[in-house]
Structure formats: C-alpha cells, structure tokens
C-alpha cells in the first residue's frame, strides 16, 4: 500500500520525509499492526536501523502488555539466584 500525504504549502513542517515515515512506523508497530521488520522496510532502512531510532521518536521495542511483561519477569526471576 502506498500512501500520499500532501501537505498545504502554508504549513510549516519542522519534520523530514524520513521524520515522519519514523513517526507511522512507530505508531503501526506500537499497535502491533506492523512488526519492526516490516516497519523498517517500510522506511527503506535496516531493522537494527529501526530499532535503534525508535526511541528518538517516543517508542520503545518492549511493547509488551501487562501481562506479557509480569510472564516475561516471572521467567527472568528463574535464572537469578
């Protein structure tokens, strides 16, 4: 799928090309709608590119639920003595 956004000229955008392909990807794999592979396909840019980015654009890779997180710690807690 490909999307067009056309911004009016009157708009003053502070924000990349690159900035706001970053921005939706983001979202889309905050949502689980995208995973970081496809997102950085997406974008044109390596997965580690991506993973590495995310943060500069207020996401994180553990998006995990409240659940997801308590398993995982519950599973960590096995190997620390």
Not at 54 to 60: I, L, Q, R, T, V
Request: charged letters at 30%; glycine letters at 6%.
């Amino acid at each position: 799928m490909q999307i067009i956004l056309n911004i009016p000229d009157h708009v003053q955008l502070d924000a990349s090309e690159y900035d706001i392909k970053m921005h939706l990807a983001c979202k889309l794999y905050e949502e689980g709608i995208l995973d970081t592979g496809y997102a950085a396909k997406s974008i044109g840019i390596t997965r580690r590119e991506f993973i590495e980015n995310m943060g500069n654009y207020g996401a994180s890779i553990f998006n995990l639920s409240d659940e997801e997180l308590e398993e995982d710690i519950k599973n960590a807690a096995k190997f620390v003595r």
